[in-house]
């Protein structure tokens, strides 16, 4: 069963405007959420976490939602750049293991 | 230390042969995870070390898969007896359990089964 979700296969959005990239899951036993960037051919490359007890947590252009009562996380990526254009995996933690989504493919057009 | 390594980047096979990869993790990390990931997938849990000892395996793990970590350091994963349905993106992850959580991939391992 899929615990993770990510509905939006894909995603564009103009040079310079905010990227939203949404998750919903399941499980309530998650205590962990990431998010990850896939170039292809590439493996995934870690941007940002935030503990279940938070509900905000930036870095930089990239900051994360969370929001428990609704099972539902998102991306917010604010300029995006074209660099960012890449597959966005988001994945939660509980006991040993990490869940992924399916992805939600993001181009920025310049 | 620059991060996940593994090796090969690359393997064609043909179907039968036997194939092993190799990983090695961040040298502070103490946990180890495979994953095997295909198109328009997200990664999919295979095992899990935490130092040398596997302590869980995926029920999608078949008996011709098998991986070990001796030493807790570099890992090995094993396919015997491939199938066109083993070609796939195998990918390494290490992760240290200290303050906060984070998961680090390597490159993958992209296998093909002719």
Known sequence: ??????????????????????????????DYFLWYKKYPAEGP??????????????DGRFTVFLN????????????SQPGDSAVYFCAAFTGNQFYFGTGTSLTVIP | DTGVSQ???????????????????????NRLYWYRQTLGQGPEFLTY?????????????SDRFSAERPKGSFSTLEIQRTEQGDSAMYLCASSFTGTGLSLYFGPGTRLTVT
């Not at chain 1, 069963?1 to 995603?11: A, E, F, G, I, W």
């Not at chain 1, 428990?68 to 300029?79: G, N, R, T």
């Not at chain 2, 090796?7 to 990390?29: A, L, M, W, Y």
């Open chain 1, 1 to 30: 069963d899929q615990q993770v979700k990510q509905n939006s296969p894909s995603l564009s959005v103009q040079e310079g405007r905010i990227s939203i990239l949404n998750c919903d899951y399941t499980n309530s036993m998650f």
């Open chain 1, 45 to 58: 490359t870690f941007l940002i976490s935030i503990s279940s007890i938070k509900d905000k947590n930036e």
């Open chain 1, 68 to 79: 428990k009562s609704a099972k539902h996380l998102s991306l917010h990526i604010v300029p």
């Open chain 2, 7 to 29: 090796d090969p980047r690359h393997k064609i096979t043909k179907r039968g042969q036997n194939v092993t990869f190799r990983c090695d993790p961040i040298s502070e990390h």
């Open chain 2, 49 to 61: 070390f935490q130092n040398e000892a596997q302590l869980e395996k995926s029920r999608l793990l």
